[in-house]
């Protein structure tokens, strides 16, 4: 089992930048794909960013050259870069992994907020 600890959210102004955190513990020798996801007010959740085991990351087109998403294999650490924040990106934000067996986690979620 993995479990999942997602930090770093606040409330910033347009423009402004966060880090996410989403830190690993349990069996983190089984992940292979860390990822996150968000979801606003009213919304499904939605697909952010993903980054394998082998280092390949992959954006959703809203927020593919703001957001950077990496990891620290060692550290059993994922974070999310977040620049030139929206009031559209205004949600709370979940880390993801799937492990190698196909099991999926989740963190507790981490709320941002982004005032116009």
């Known amino acids: 089992q993995v479990r999942l600890a997602d930090s770093g959210g606040g409330l910033v102004q347009t423009g402004g930048s966060l880090v996410l955190s989403c830190a690993a513990s349990?069996?983190?020798?089984?992940?292979?794909?860390n990822g996150w996801y968000r979801q606003a007010p009213g919304k499904q959740r939605e697909w952010v960013a993903t980054?394998?085991?082998?280092?390949?990351?992959a954006y959703a087109d809203s927020v593919r050259d703001r957001f950077t998403v990496s990891r620290n294999n060692a550290a059993n650490i994922m974070y999310l870069q977040m620049h030139s924040l929206e009031p559209e990106d205004t949600a709370v934000y979940y880390c993801?992994?799937?492990?190698?067996?196909?099991?999926?986690?989740w963190g507790q979620g981490t709320q941002v907020t982004v005032s116009s």
């Open positions: 993801h992994v799937a492990t190698n067996s196909g099991q999926y986690y």
């Open positions: 349990g069996s983190t020798y089984t992940i292979k794909t």
């Open positions: 980054i394998t085991d082998g280092g390949v990351t």
